[in-house]
Nanobody, 121 residues
């Protein structure tokens, strides 16, 4: 079982920045993909960004150039640096983890409890 704990959410004005953290209860240096997803009220959960254990990253078009995902395997933590925030970024942000082997998913999804990000105009 993998536990994920998010932190760093809060209230920020448009144009501001926040950094989210996702601390994993397992080593993040093993083969895995860790990502951030978000869910706004009345909307489906959507991908924000992912990072593989090899360092490959993937971003939603809506956050490219503004958000940066990174990982510190020594701390078993993944970060999401969010800059130039706008009210459309308001959502609960969730951390997600799954294991991979030989390029294929080999575990189910693990989710954190979420952290609220609110951007005021």
């Amino acid at each position: 079982q993998v536990q994920l704990v998010e932190s760093g959410g809060g209230l920020v004005q448009a144009g501001g920045s926040l950094r989210l953290s996702c601390a994993a209860s397992t080593s993040t240096s093993s083969s895995n993909v860790i990502g951030w997803y978000r869910q706004a009220p009345g909307k489906q959960r959507e991908l924000v960004a992912t990072i593989s254990s090899g360092g490959s990253t993937n971003y939603a078009d809506s956050v490219k150039g503004r958000f940066t995902i990174s990982r510190d395997n020594a701390k078993n933590t993944v970060y999401l640096q969010m800059n130039s925030l706008n009210p459309e970024d308001t959502a609960v942000y969730y951390c997600n983890y799954y294991r991979v082997a030989f390029g294929r998913r080999v575990s189910g999804d693990y989710w954190g409890q979420g952290t609220q990000v609110t951007v005021s105009s």
